[in-house]
């Protein structure tokens, strides 16, 4: 069994009891299980397996999430790049799984780095409503952003805040809040040995203090009524339980049963301990999957004279130009690339920053965020260069095929896809008809992958060079 440390297998101990012995078997000569969730938010699950030839065996309580079976390289296949499913271990597909969401949701995912859960709330929200996804890390916030983009989503405001700050703009505000906080890592000692270090330098006791504050900036950015997930990947009582029955007792919240597809008990969950029975405590000798919590709070509702706090904290956006305004400084290149973009988006949602066009999330028009610390609002639509404009990598992954009148679309195992994801030119005569010049969307079986400027047959490469394979 890997090395761990005697005080945390102590704790173990007095957790577990008579499924100790069990739990410290599932250690040996086990490092864990792959997993690959489909995004949802461009196909179906069946429509991925029939898709790929990879060896997939469903995740029983998610509805898109699979054990990665075979030895394929599924960061390094064109499905990825294509955003067609992002790699996460299997019990950490648990958190976003179980909060439920509705379409124009305001959905806040606090803890977000490197968007794990963020990128399934953005699948599941399908253009509609908005994503705040924020990570206290800003380097850590941009592996956040690129995952985002990467999985399609437009609808998003990225952030890189301490919990407390965004209070100022969004008391009350969201219906939905994910926290994934940070924790001890118990659970992923199995997976990722290296966590140990880490906890034998800091441990419970140290995580516990942050959780307490994100959680407490998290219940008042909550409005009444609204869900919040909390969860972590560790065992501490300390952690898990305390946190959450200070929810109950200080902040207002109910613990609700989490939604799964399945009986829990068939899972492998096993319930919360004290008061929290509703919570699900996963554990590896029970399930296929690491260690995790997962606890599903509602906020009380507020008794009638409660003041609305709802976004009072948003000083109101004094607009430069309006969106005619912001029309009317498009080069006439955005206006003929505007008539092969097949979409109905509202131009009032438009915005110029600079030289770089966006698409606003409606939630977020109106509202001033100008001092806060993002990396990302709403949908970077391309850049006006001049008289020229060079439309984005986001653009062209928040797009279906049959959004874009000009794309080539080659087949998975075409030597040209990874040539194209590579940065060189490509020969496509086959493809697209020799008078076709322009923006081209480029393909993989239907899905974009990027941009490419197309010439007599010839697509000069508009990959994004950042994510250059
Ligand atoms: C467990 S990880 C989140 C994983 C992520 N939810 C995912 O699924 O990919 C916890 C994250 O919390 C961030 N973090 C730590 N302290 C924070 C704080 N006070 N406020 C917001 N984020 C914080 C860390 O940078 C880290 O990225």
Redesign the pocket.
């Known amino acids: 069994m890997l090395q761990l440390p005697e005080s945390f297998l102590e704790e173990m101990r007095e957790l577990l009891g008579g499924e100790y012995d069990a739990w410290e078997k599932s250690y040996e000569g086990n490092e864990g299980f792959r997993g690959l969730r489909v995004n949802t938010g461009k196909l179906r699950p069946e429509e991925f397996q029939a898709l790929s030839a990879f060896s997939l065996r469903p995740v029983p309580w998610t509805r898109n999430g699979f054990y990665l079976e075979g030895q394929e390289q599924a960061s390094k296949h064109p499905y990825y790049a294509a955003g067609l499913y992002y790699l996460q271990e299997p019990s950490?597909m648990t958190p976003a799984a179980c909060l439920p969401i509705e379409e124009g949701d305001r959905v806040l995912?606090?803890?977000?780095?490197?968007?794990?859960?963020?990128t399934e709330l953005a699948a599941r929200l399908h253009g509609t409503g908005v994503l705040v996804a924020?990570?206290?890390?800003n380097s850590?916030a941009k592996a956040l952003l690129k995952n985002l983009e990467l999985f399609g989503a437009g609808n998003i405001l990225v952030t890189s805040e301490?919990?407390e700050r965004l209070l100022d703009y969004f008391e009350g505000w969201f219906d939905k809040i994910l926290v994934?906080?940070?924790?001890s890592g118990e659970g992923m000692f199995r997976k990722e040995p290296s966590m140990v270090k880490d906890w034998l330098e800091k441990g419970p006791d140290y995580y516990a203090g942050?959780q307490r504050?994100?959680v407490t900036a998290a219940a008042k950015l909550l409005r009444p009524g609204g869900l919040l997930l909390y969860s972590t990947?560790t065992f501490s009582r300390h952690e898990n339980e305390e946190t959450i029955e200070r929810l109950m007792q200080e902040e207002g919240f109910t613990l609700l049963p989490l939604p799964l597809p399945k009986d829990r008990a068939d899972l492998g969950f096993a319930p919360g301990l004290d008061t929290c029975a509703e919570a699900a405590r996963l554990f590896p000798h029970r399930l296929n999957g690491e260690g995790h919590f997962v606890a599903l709070l509602q906020k009380n509702e507020c008794l009638p004279d409660c003041p609305d706090a709802s976004g009072a904290g948003f000083p109101k956006r004094k607009e430069k130009a309006d969106a005619r305004g912001i029309l009317k400084k498009l080069p006439e290149e955005w206006l003929d690339f505007a008539k092969d973009l097949h979409v109905a988006w509202d131009s009032r949602l438009f915005r110029l920053y600079d030289s770089r066009l966006y698409l606003l999330p409606e939630a977020l028009a109106g509202k001033n965020i100008r001092s806060l610390r993002f990396l990302r609002t709403g949908l970077y639509l391309g850049e006006v260069k001049q008289k020229r404009f060079e439309p984005s990598q986001a653009l062209a992954m928040a797009l279906r095929k049959e959004d874009f009148a000009l794309t080539a679309d080659l087949k998975a195992d075409d030597e040209r896809v990874v040539r194209y994801l590579k940065g060189e030119t490509l020969e496509l005569e086959d493809l697209v008809s020799p008078k076709a010049k322009g923006w081209c969307l480029v393909c993989v079986d239907g899905y974009p992958l990027g941009w490419g400027k197309l010439s007599n047959g010839t697509l000069k490469n508009k990959y994004y060079p950042g994510w250059r394979w």
């Open positions: 950490a995912d606090l803890c977000a780095a490197p968007g794990g859960k963020a924020n990570d206290i890390s850590r301490t919990p994934d906080a940070p924790c942050i504050t994100v990947c």
